[in-house]
T-cell receptor
Framework: DTGVSQNPRHKITKRGQNVTFRCDPISEHNRLYWYRQTLGQGPEFLTYFQNEAQLEKSRLLSDRFSAERPKGSFSTLEIQRTEQGDSAMYLC??????????????FGSGTQLSVL | DQQVKQNSPSLSVQEGRISILNCDYTNSMFDYFLWYKKYPAEGPTFLISISSIKDKNEDGRFTVFLNKSAKHLSLHIVPSQPGDSAVYFCAAYIDQGAQKLVFGQGTRLTINP
């Protein structure tokens, strides 16, 4: 399977704990995006990387959130001191850069985070 | 502020009939619009798109219409099939820079046999 892979699929944690999610994009894709989806809403943009450089972050991404993409391959999203409001589906997507990226964006199945 | 809106959370259609899903947007800077389809426990998958310079794009059973003056787009599925039952997201973006998608809230389409 050469699609976008996200781990873990589900994460249950207690408020105040730190969590880390991993995304493995399609191997030749240089762009990687993180989105967050809450119940009844569409995905919301969090941040994106071109190769290893993080080029844009949403205002939704508070100081407790940090994302990395060392060596321009896989990416990690860490949430420190989790809060109940962080409970959501975290989606990763990858693409090649260029025109009309939206048509070539491939999403993973997501990591469902539940903060108790 | 909700820049892309799908006002119908759900839609139920008989198999073989036409399904029409609607979407409104507020940002006139958007120049590409897309529809994504999502099955349970899977990520969204790209379905069809339209550039702001066009008013219609067709791909098999799927047609997207864009009315720029009304800032409205719609997805038509004809004929509807049971496998079309899914959540459909409308999305828009500016085709430069981050090219980040702005999604609507989604419409759950159920096709009844």
């Amino acid at each position: 399977d050469t699609g976008v892979s996200q781990n873990p699929r589900h994460k249950i944690t207690k408020r105040g704990q730190n969590v880390t999610f991993r995304c493995d994009p399609i191997s030749e894709h240089n762009r990687l995006y993180w989105y967050r989806q809450t119940l009844g809403q569409g995905p919301e943009f969090l941040t994106y990387f071109q190769n290893e450089a993080q080029l844009e972050k949403s205002r939704l991404l508070s100081d407790r959130f940090s994302a990395e993409r060392p060596k321009g391959s896989f990416s990690t999203l860490e949430i420190q001191r989790t809060e109940q409001g962080d409970s959501a589906m975290y989606l990763c997507a990858s693409s090649l850069s260029g025109a009309r990226v939206g048509e070539k964006l491939f999403f993973g199945s997501g990591t469902q985070l539940s903060v108790l | 502020d909700q820049q892309v809106k799908q006002n119908s959370p759900s839609l139920s259609v008989q198999e073989g009939r036409i399904s029409i899903l609607n979407c409104d947007y507020t940002n006139s800077m958007f120049d590409y619009f897309l529809w994504y389809k999502k099955y349970p426990a899977e990520g969204p998958t790209f379905l069809i798109s339209i550039s702001s310079i066009k008013d219609k794009n067709e791909d098999g059973r799927f047609t997207v219409f864009l009315n720029k003056s009304a800032k409205h787009l719609s997805l038509h599925i004809v004929p509807s099939q049971p496998g079309d039952s899914a959540v459909y997201f409308c999305a828009a973006y500016i085709d430069q820079g981050a090219q980040k998608l702005v999604f609507g809230q989604g419409t759950r389409l159920t096709i009844n046999p």
